[in-house]
């Protein structure tokens, strides 16, 4: 049974004050322990135990570790008892050597609220399509994790665009909150076994992609028959990295795709590599509503 029909939708998991929150590193290394060791400080100081799995400072290479270290952390905080809660160091890259590693019975046995962005866009798909756990697309703890996020996860109902949002296209629709970077994403259409199975609410973002590659991933994903049939309504978010001039280019690019696709289409919310991204409760009913999301 999902996650979000076992809690139900009213009481989709929340974090209380006391829990415990388990930090993983499944993909890039942690160059920076002093940070690291601040950010779990303010946790502590919102009113949350947090507990550092074994293998979180491993590196080879550019990984945190070998995929059997990481795998081990991923599996363990979903088995503790005592962990309430799972949230993802950073992003970079490797969570997607995990996937066809990962026992989606342990996960499926343990939900948890589990946490993420960026490259941990891999797990929170592969979490959803194979655990049927619905998790939050956030940031993480190394860049600004906080107690925004928290209060978000606790208390959203509806989600509002950022002043200076564009509606494409009109209209309204419903379906899961799906989605998240879009390069991690383009890079999982090798396997169908990570794509949904219901209808999407598709929200897109990226980092230090040129317009050229934004513009061939988008194209990936639309022509892709099998999600094409699933998205509703598209949210564009922030694609950071860009120079100043390439902005307006990017928007005529995203305006040329929701003309393409003749469906609600967004542009401007803070969904984003940014300090300023909004927790989005991952696998969520969600209806769209001209340029507001409203959680069913």
Request: charged share 25%; proline share 3%.
């Amino acid at each position: 049974m999902p996650v979000y029909l076992l809690f139900g939708y009213n009481n989709f998991m929340k974090l209380k004050a006391g829990d415990t929150i388990g930090i993983i590193s499944p993909s890039g290394a942690i160059s920076n322990r002093e940070i690291f060791f601040q950010k779990v400080e303010d946790l502590k100081a919102l009113g949350y135990k947090v507990k550092i799995f074994p293998n979180v400072f491993n590196q080879k290479g550019y990984l945190a570790g070998d995929d059997s270290e990481r795998l081990e952390d991923l599996h363990s905080a979903f088995s503790d008892d005592e962990v309430n809660a799972i949230l993802c160091s950073r992003g970079g890259y490797g969570a997607i050597r995990l996937l066809d590693k990962i026992d989606y019975n342990i996960i499926k046995n343990n939900p948890k609220i589990f946490m993420g962005s960026s490259d941990a866009t891999a797990l929170l798909i592969a979490f959803y399509a194979r655990a049927d756990l619905a998790g939050y697309h956030t940031l993480m703890l190394l860049n600004g994790f906080s107690k925004n996020d928290i209060d978000l996860i606790n208390n959203q109902k509806e989600i509002l665009p950022k002043k200076k949002h564009k509606v494409f296209t009109q209209g309204s629709a419903s379906g899961v909150l799906w989605g998240g970077n879009l390069s991690t994403i383009v890079s999982l259409f090798g396997s169908y076994n990570y794509l949904p199975e219901k209808d999407i609410i598709l929200f897109l973002e990226d980092i230090n992609e040129p317009l050229y590659k934004i513009d061939k991933m988008l194209i990936q994903i639309f022509r892709n028959s099998r999600l094409r049939e699933k998205i509703k309504a598209v949210i564009f978010g922030e694609f950071t990295g860009l120079a100043k001039d390439e902005s307006k280019k990017l928007e005529n690019i995203l305006f040329e795709y929701s003309k393409m696709l003749n469906i609600p289409c967004v542009y401007g919310y803070d969904i984003t590599h940014g300090k300023n991204n909004i927790a989005l409760p991952f696998g969520r009913c969600t209806k769209l509503l001209g340029a507001k999301i409203y959680l069913l």
